[in-house]
């Protein structure tokens, strides 16, 4: 499975972006996309994921309300609505991908596949 992350940019704080992440290959064998993020120093962090099959979704503390995962699966991509976005949201934002169910969802080693990152820069 090959995952392609776009969408990102430069937004002022209170705005939004969609960043949107193209699955290819077997993608009938998935488990779970999610999103996660990192800032230079910091860990990769959990932001949200979504079950390829069924409506399960599954946020951090620190963006529920303000952003939405979603996905089409006949289009095989997953997409991240981010509104109300403030400074402390700027990171490169990472998509992945697992092919098996994990307690762990919030952490980055349960997850098989990753896309590229795609900085997200919100200016105060």
């Known amino acids: 499975v090959q995952l392609q992350a776009s969408g990102g940019g430069l937004v002022q704080a209170g705005g939004s972006l969609t960043l949107s992440c193209a699955a290819s290959?077997?993608?009938?064998?998935?488990?779970?996309m999610g999103w996660f993020r990192q800032v230079p120093g910091k860990e990769r962090e959990f932001v949200a994921f979504t079950k390829w099959i069924g409506d399960s979704t599954f946020y951090a503390d620190s963006v529920k309300g303000r952003f939405t995962i979603s996905r089409d699966n006949a289009k095989a991509t997953v997409n991240l609505q981010m509104n109300s976005l403030r400074p402390e949201d700027t990171a490169v934002y990472y998509c992945a991908a697992d092919r098996a169910y994990s307690a762990f969802y919030y952490a980055p080693r349960s997850y098989e596949y990753w896309g590229q990152g795609t900085q997200v820069t919100v200016s105060s």
């Open positions: 290959g077997r993608t009938v064998s998935l488990y779970r």
